[in-house]
Structures are given as C-alpha cells and as structure tokens.
C-alpha cells in the first residue's frame, strides 16, 4: 500500500483504547494460566501498534506540511494523548511484572523484555502527565519555531535545510555569508530559544524529582533503555575520545586548513575540505533516488527486496519546501510493517546520505518486521545508530553511481567526516550532563559551559565572530538536544562500531556483511553490549577501542596519498 493510500483516523486514548487497556489489565491480574498472559501480550501488541502507526502517520504528514492545520492540530492531539494511553499502558505493564506467570512470559519472549519494561514502569507515573503534555508542547513549539524559518539570502527564501548547500560553497565569502544570515534567523529568536529550554530543563526535571529520581540525568538513561551501560562508562568513552582521537582529528583538520588555503579554521571552513569545493552528488532528485535503488537491488538479496518495497510503496518524502519541517528521520509505521524515510535534499553529500543513513534505519526495520512483539523488533538507539552509520559505509562499492569522477574524494570526505563527528557528539553529550546536572544554570552560563567545551573537543574551529556560533549559542540548533535529551553520546558509540565494520570491510566485504546482518537480525531482542558480541566486534567502552579505531582510519587516509 502507498503511503498516500493509508488511511488515517484519530484513536480516543482516552475512550476505546483505554477501555481495551483496562480490559487487558484485569485480565492479566486475575489470569489462571500463563496462556491468559501470553494472549493479552497478544491483544495488547495489536492496539499499541494501531495507537503507534496512526500518531506516525500524523507526525509524517505534519512533518512534511507543518502548516496543514489538520495535521498540526492531530500531531498535537497525540502530544497531549500520548502521556494518557502511557497510564493505561503502564498499569498494563505493572500487571505483567507483577504476574505469577512471569517466567512463562520470558521463555516466550525473552528476559530483555521484562528487564526493558522494567526500566520504562520507572519513567511514568499519572501524576506526572500534566508535566509530559507540556514537555511535549514545549518540543513542538521548537520545531515549529525553527521550520518557520524563511531566511532572506541571494534574493531567496530560504529555509534552515534549503541554506544548507550555500555553508558547504567552494566560494568562503558565499559560506561565511550563509553561516552569518542562520546566525542571524537564530538570533532573531534568540530570547524565545531561551525561553523554550529553560521550560523543558525544568520540566524535566519536574519530572525526575516526581518520580524519585535525583536529576533528570537519571531518569534519561532509564528513559533511553540504556540497560548496559552507564554515565559513569559513558565518561569513560568521552575520555578516550578526548586523549587518543581529538589529536589526531585536530591532524586532519590541520591538513584540511592547509589543502583549502587558510592559516586556521573558521567555522564556516568546518565542512569545506577542497578548495574547489566539497563532492556533491551528480544529477537530479529522482536521478539519486534511481542510483539508490540500482545500489541496493546489487548489494544483497535481502536489500534488493527491501528498496523495491519502499519505492513501490512511495515509503519515502526527500526533497526540501516551503513549511517543511527540518531534518531526517526514520520512522516506521507497525500496522503495515512499513518504515518511513523523511529528508530534505539540498544538492550536496547529505542527499546520499538519506539513501544509506535514514535506509539503514529503514532495512534494520524491514528485516524484523515480522517480529512478534514491536518491543523485541528494535534495539535501543545505539544499536539502531550502528545500523544506520555502518550502511554508510557498505555502500561505498556504489558511491560511483552518485559521484561519478569524484567518487574517491567522496569516500574521503565521508570518512574524515566519520571520525571528525565524534568529538563533537561528546560535546551534545557532555553538555547535556552539565545542564541537567545543574539545572539552575541560566541561560547565559549554558553558552559559557558550551563554548568551553568546544575549546576541549574542537580547538581546531574558531567561531569569533560569527553571530549566535560565536557566542556559545551552537547548541541551539541541535534539535536533539531539545526532542530527544541525551540521545546523541548514542550516535559516537554507534560511529564507533560502524568504522569497526569499515575496516572488517576493508579486508573481507562479505565478512564484514554477514556480521552486520547477525548484528541487525537480533533486532532488540539483546543489548548493545551483547549484539557487539554477536557481530563479534569490539565495544566502544573497552580500553583502547577508540586509539585502535583512529589509528586504523588514520592509515587508511594516508595510504590514500
């Protein structure tokens, strides 16, 4: 079925679902049989996932139109509902943990299960529903805030993604200029930006203190299902990343400086690597939708089937308009066992970027959609990062198709971006342990705590002058930070493990493939931890990960010269 062929309709969370949710619960309580329990797990999979595909359908479509009224209006009724079926559900949950029958439910469907909904009974609780609702509102205030965006430039207007091309310009005056007028979009609003994150900081931590929890800090790891690791690992990773990978990022970026023709880097050189200009794709839209799928019919059985179910069923939404919400993602919708791809192409590397991260995200789906339960289907985010990052790199056999003559520059660039990221995804990391963890900062002190860690992990950029980068405003523009709070550290974990399997790749493709695909068969159904040991890779968090990694990237890069 296409996607314009789904047919949307609003569910009462509080009327029909919550009434088959209460059903479900009594039936669990008074259950004389593990068949009972198993059968309401059933019952419940099968409203959860219509609850789930209608909120995405709406989410889709807003995203695409943010100013349909209609779908504006249904993204915020499921902003609003979202919280009010999550107590229907959590008593449902209780129920099951709580259950005689327990062990029988994990025979069935795993111990991992239960542990996970362990750790989600602990982030809900109805008295906190009314703090959700306005963390919600709050989330979608920002996003419209920033898809608002109609950026006078060159005679144009352009939004936050259509801008995106001029930043990467061959020509420095064209990228210092684009930098400074979204500098200025975003200084315009700068008191508003202000005002919606120091809402959420202390919402959430609202929250957290209502659920017993003593900073949000901890009731976002449990919300993240971070079930095998912790802060205190995480800083061990951060660390690594600042002693054996920032030098040798800092290398690159001297000999970036130098292939572009200046004495240091400004900002607005961050992403320029050739001074005739970054690779950008060759031909249309529709050309590099063509050589996606061209690409993955070629790599494999199972993607062959993938991308032509995707295409057929016009499961995808890439080209950048007016009042079009920013960014990508992928999101799936349970009913028709059918992911989703939404971006906004702009003419450069990220379009390709679409067809192996976002389809990465999507081909992990594809491959368990026929899971049972929605919850073993996908694993936590930086299993699904490691999926997305780690197709980047398997689809470098085919980069030619969207490169041309330039395609051994693209892989450069790609890779030198890989290992580049990290250090400043510790950065959203570790600026989001400090706001949270000091949750009275003010506004100005949170772009003092910003900048000083961008002098620790990219010391190799200098921002001055620049308006709202110079002033330590950055982070503003990280829409993660302001959705999703502390996912970010699982981009750098899954970057980790995707040049793992680059580098497997570079001695044996196919053995670096079959690993991938054990690591993305399991679905949820294991940890990070545990799916690392499955693919048989390395965990980012073992001693010395990081400086193997690195110094095998940086070999690679100087045999390229």
Partial sequence: MKFSEMKYERIAADGTIAAIYSELTNTVKNAKSADEVLSAIEKHEKASSSFSTMANIAYVRHSINTEDKFYDEENAYYDENGPVLQEKTTEFLKAIIASPFRKDVEEKHGSLFLKNIEMELKCFSPKVIPLLQKENKLVSDYQKLIASAQIDYKGQKLNISQLGVYKVDRDRDVRKSAYEAEGNFYMSHAEKLDNIFDELVKV???????????????????????????????????????????????????????????????????????????????????????????????????????????????????????????????????????????????????????????????????????????????????????????????????????????????????????????????????????????????????????????????????????????????????????????????????????????????????????????????GGKKTFVELCEVAGIKTPFEDGALKEIALATEKWLDEQK
Avoid at 258 to 276: A, C, H
């Fill in 204 to 522: 959430r931590t609202q929250i957290a203190k209502k659920l017993g929890f003593n900073t949000f800090t901890e009731l976002a790891y449990m919300r993240r299902t971070r079930n095998c690791y912790t802060p205190d690992m995480v800083k061990k990773f951060r660390d690594q990343v600042k002693n054996d990978l920032v030098p040798i990022v800092a290398k690159i970026k001297a000999e970036q400086a130098q292939n572009i023709g200046v004495e240091s880097l400004k900002l607005y050189d961050d992403s320029t690597f050739y001074l005739d200009g970054n690779p950008k794709p060759v031909g249309t839209p529709e050309d590099i939708l063509a050589a996606g799928k061209k690409m993955y019919e070629e790599m494999s059985p199972e993607a062959n089937e993938f991308i032509n179910f995707m295409y057929d069923s016009e499961l995808l939404d890439v080209k950048a308009k007016k009042g079009k919400a920013v960014g990508g993602y992928c999101i799936n919708f349970p009913d028709y066992k059918a992911p989703f791809i939404f971006s906004n192409f702009n003419g450069t590397a990220g379009d390709v970027e679409v067809l192996t991260h976002e389809a990465g995200h999507a081909f992990a789906d594809y491959m368990v959609r026929n899971f049972e339960l929605e919850e073993n289907k996908n694993p936590t985010m930086e299993s699904c990062e490691t999926h997305s990052m780690s197709m980047e790199f398997f689809a470098w056999p085919w980069l030619e198709l969207f490169y041309k003559d330039d395609t051994k520059r693209a892989k450069l660039t790609h890779l030198k971006g890989a290992l580049i990221f990290i250090p400043y995804g510790c950065i959203v990391d570790e600026f989001q342990h400090i706001v949270y963890d000091n949750p009275e900062l003010t506004p100005e002190q949170r772009h003092e705590a910003w900048a000083a860690l961008e002098r620790q992990y990219r010391p190799y950029i200098d921002m001055t002058g620049i308006p709202f980068y110079g002033n330590g405003r950055g982070w503003q523009r990280q829409l993660h930070i302001y959705h999703y709070p502390f996912y970010y550290i699982d981009y750098c974990l899954a970057q980790t493990a995707a040049l793992t399997f680059k580098n497997i790749m570079d001695v044996e493709y196919k053995d670096a493939w079959e690993r991938y695909m054990k690591f993305v068969n399991m």
